[in-house]
T-cell receptor
Framework: AQSVAQPEDQVNVAEGNPLTVKCTYS??????LFWYVQYPNRGLQFLLK??????LVKGSYGFEAEFNKSQTSFHLKKPSALVSDSALYFC????????????FGTGTKLQVIP | NAGVMQNPRHLVRRRGQEARLRCSPM?????VYWYRQLPEEGLKFMVY????????ESGMPKERFSAEFPKEGPSILRIQQVVRGDSAAYFC???????????FGPGTRLTVT
């Protein structure tokens, strides 16, 4: 069975500082990995994905994530945090090859402090 | 291109009533997914549908819950005889054929009193 772990319920970072939101996964075969962001009372918005290729993936709003196969991790990063980045972030995984449902992590609340 | 639309945004039902949640996928999307989100929990997969077909309903409770995606019209998630434990946010997502990421609607917040 596939799973996703987001070990931090909340991450606090000062505005202008770099941010990292952690994600580790477990899946059979090769993973497809995703990050989504959710603002209060809204649906999830897609940020970026890793399917294959370069381990460093760039996405929307200046976010990027690094796929590390040996550590089974896919941490979300941004060089300089904005107050408007404050939201709930979800990591998700599915296995490659045919239909596989997506498994979401429990989410990490990012609080950017002015 | 309008996004995924869900209605109603908020729904209040008394115990024992039926709840019908609607989802219109993005134009050109033929795959629809339903998820449930409870406070302090992530999204839990419920069902995956393509037009007129249920592909994966492994996350659906065996009783009271059903879903459809007819040839014409929106996808419907139906909850019969609602109980307080059904109170949650229900999200619909869609994707085109052979696509990886999903696009989410704003959700329907169901409250059972």
């Amino acid at each position: 069975a596939q799973s996703v772990a987001q070990p931090e319920d909340q991450v606090n970072v000062a505005e202008g500082n770099p941010l990292t939101v952690k994600c580790t996964y477990s899946v059979s075969g090769n993973p497809y990995l995703f990050w989504y962001v959710q603002y209060p009372n809204r649906g999830l918005q897609f940020l970026l994905k890793y399917i294959t290729g370069d381990n460093l993936v760039k996405g929307s709003y200046g976010f990027e994530a690094e796929f590390n196969k040996s550590q089974t991790s896919f941490h979300l990063k941004k060089p300089s945090a904005l107050v408007s980045d404050s939201a709930l972030y979800f990591c998700a995984v599915r296995s490659s090859g045919g239909y596989q449902k997506v498994t979401f992590g429990t989410g990490t609340k990012l609080q950017v402090i002015p | 291109n309008a996004g995924v639309m869900q209605n109603p945004r908020h729904l209040v039902r008394r115990r024992g009533q039926e709840a019908r949640l609607r989802c219109s996928p993005m134009k050109g999307h033929s795959h629809v997914y339903w998820y449930r989100q409870l406070p302090e929990e992530g999204l839990k997969f419920m069902v995956y549908l393509q037009k007129e077909n249920i592909i994966d309903e492994s996350g659906m409770p065996k009783e009271r819950f059903s879903a459809e995606f007819p040839k014409e019209g929106p996808s419907i998630l139906r909850i019969q005889q609602v109980v307080r434990g059904d109170s949650a946010a229900y999200f619909c997502a869609s994707s085109p054929e052979d696509y990886y990421e999903q696009y989410f609607g704003p959700g329907t917040r169901l409250t059972v009193t």
